[in-house]
């Protein structure tokens, strides 16, 4: 049966306040400039894995000329909501916010499968909006790791052929390492001059265990730069996650947990609210219109968002001292799409990478095409994660980079897989970096050859 000829809905179809809006659903006009910028239309060559193609969907489930069906579901699921499609539709179509309400129904009226919305509640639900439970499932890792486990797993093959999504999961798993514990290690490091400004350092629910080192070289680079920055220790995971899923309650909840750590009513606001992964960032920028309708929320929501800033921005926006350390290296810079697509943001990782000394910058052809991770994506929709990530590895190794930089934990963790299944003649440094690594270490070499 075609889209055309199913039956109509025979009761309201959106049952929550994420309805799609009528008027931004009108935007779209079918022009097609979003084809050659979508990964899945890309990859599938199917109408509706299209921006465009799952517009229409949503307009048709809207209006009842269709009825919400597995199929339909799972054009859906395959979107990656990368949001390369928003820059390069002309009518500025906001298809990640439309994407967002979609799931939301789906998620509200229970359109997935018992066993995903099972392990759901129990990881997304039951981990990660706690700190502790993230750190304890990171200390698990890390024996699992240093034990030797890991690494015989890895060789015998047994998980690969006994439980192929764990072995996926496990080929995706970062290297675990001390975490990061939020303003006790941000408080101890020591301003270079005058304090320019005071900011916020969203430290997330993933990267103080994955990447902490990160964090650490945020803390050192602003400081260094005179902006104070402080790591409230009662934070929580931003949400992005949920929002994207479907979980739009689950993620107003951690939305409201965060503002009134950054920001409790009683005390001066940062100057900026920093982060340094695209996905969160773009997530906690539209922290205003998620709480939009909370009475209670809404203002400090919007005024919240207003003061977040990814790192890059917030460097070149305030000015950064230019690094002397010399860095030999020849590095490719992979465009996050939340950092590119959702944030517009592509020239301050640029100016940071360029103002390091010795390094060298090869872009790659399509530097801002999706590399596959897309949160949970490559686990849930291994096999379209797979192809886009060979596709992305052809592109960077067509480079000769030593090194990929990138902006987003997710990206790092997928980038990295790639270099271990593609880099055959190990060409490539092992690990992905984020840019504000290299600059915290082209200072600290700066350091050490003026002492």
């Not at 075609?2 to 809006?21: C, F, H, K, M, V």
């Not at 514990?181 to 020591?190: G, K, L, Q, S, W």
């Not at 400004?197 to 680079?221: F, I, N």
């Not at 219109?289 to 919007?302: F, I, P």
């Amino acid at each position: 049966m075609s889209i055309a000829e199913s039956p109509p809905q025979a009761e309201p179809l959106w049952l929550t306040e994420d309805r799609p809006d009528a008027g931004e659903l009108g935007l779209c006009v079918h022009c097609g400039f979003c084809l050659n910028a979508c990964p899945t239309y890309h990859d599938l060559g199917v109408e509706t894995d299209s921006p465009r193609g799952r517009i229409a969907l949503m307009r048709g489930l809207d209006d009842g000329r269709i009825a919400w069906s597995d199929r339909v579901q799972q054009h859906f699921d395959q979107c990656l909501q990368c949001r390369a499609c928003e820059t390069a539709c002309p009518s500025k179509v906001p298809y990640g916010r439309l994407m967002e309400a979609t799931r939301a129904e789906a998620f509200a009226q229970q359109k997935w499968p018992r066993r995903q919305r099972l392990i759901w509640r129990l990881v997304m639900r039951g981990i990660f909006p706690y700190p502790r439970r993230m750190r304890l499932a990171g200390f698990g890792l890390k024996l699992y790791q240093r034990s030797g486990v890991q690494s015989l797993v890895r060789r015998s093959g047994l998980l690969s052929r006994v439980a192929p999504k764990l072995a996926e999961i496990d080929a995706l798993s970062p290297s675990a390492d001390r975490p990061f514990y939020a303003n006790r290690e941000a408080a101890r490091e020591p301003l270079r001059g005058a304090v320019r400004s005071r900011a916020a350092l969203v430290t997330g629910c993933m990267m103080p265990l994955a990447y902490p080192e990160t964090h650490r070289a945020t803390v050192r680079v602003f400081a260094r730069n005179g902006v104070a920055v402080s790591a409230p220790d009662a934070q929580v995971c931003c949400g992005a996650l949920h929002a994207h899923g479907g979980d739009v309650e689950a993620a107003r909840e951690l939305a409201r947990r965060n503002i009134d750590a950054f920001t409790p009513e009683s005390e001066d606001l940062p100057d900026a609210i920093l982060i340094n992964a695209a996905g969160c960032g773009s997530h906690l920028k539209e922290y205003g219109h998620l709480l939009r309708n909370d009475s209670e929320y809404a203002q400090r929501a919007a005024a919240f968002a207003a003061r977040v800033r990814d790192v890059h921005e917030y460097l070149v926006e305030i000015g950064f001292a230019k690094p002397s350390g010399r860095i030999e290296r020849t590095v490719t810079y992979q465009d996050s799409c939340h950092l590119s697509h959702a944030q517009g943001i592509r020239k301050p990782p640029r100016d940071v990478l360029r103002s390091i000394p010795g390094l060298t910058l090869s872009e790659m052809r399509t530097p801002d095409r999706c590399c596959g991770s897309a949160g949970i994506y490559s686990v849930v929709q291994s096999d379209i994660s797979k192809r886009v990530l060979a596709e992305k590895m052809d592109d960077v190794l067509a480079t000769s980079a030593e090194q990929i930089c990138t902006a987003n934990p997710g990206c790092m963790l997928q980038l990295d897989a790639g270099i271990a299944k593609y880099d055959r003649q190990g060409r490539m440094m092992p690990r992905s970096t984020h840019a504000i690594e290299l600059l915290d270490e082209s200072y600290r070499l700066g350091d050490r050859d003026d002492a």
